[in-house]
């Protein structure tokens, strides 16, 4: 969709107050495409593992809400999930697909525009998320970094400060980022797709 809407035009939050309307007709469409997307081997890998007592969280910056829909029970949201939609006066809080349904841009009843509760470019990580994730940051003994460019502050952070504590770090990414000769120790050259559903089939024999 990035290819259609520009993100400056579209993902930052001073575009989406100076122009809720015209942000609005990219975010319902957004929204209807996540509603009817699936998780994938590597959503399904790292619910597995989960489930085997192996991996203790999942910290994602994705707003696709897939890894709980694959299984995954601990989820940290750190760029929120557009399953809500939240007043921007009164924090009043709506659920999306059926208000959506009802026009854009959704109001809320005191008058204001809805938003819906994921991080636009320009607005701070959610505290609760931010908190929680340097939590297991700093106290985990492998971080498996996975599917991102890491390029994104904060969360790119975030495998740092588990090396800093002490943590292995594996990276899985066909290509190489800021991470792969400064933090990673260890690289797979391959998708996501592939290699978590692997690792979980191998843990599955012990
Ligand atoms: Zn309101």
Redesign the pocket.
Known sequence: MWERFDPAEYATIGAFLRDPKKVWEMLAEMIGVLACASPNPAHFGLAELESMGILRSVITQNVDGLHQAAGSRKVIEFHGNPGELV??????RYPSLETIARGIPPR?????I?KPDIVFFGEPIPWGAQEESQVEARSCRVLIVAGTSAQVAPACDIPRIAKEHGAFIIEINPEETSLTRTVTDMHFRESASTVIPALAGEARKY
């Open positions: 007043c921007i006066s009164c924090w009043k809320c009843d005191c008058g204001e809805l």
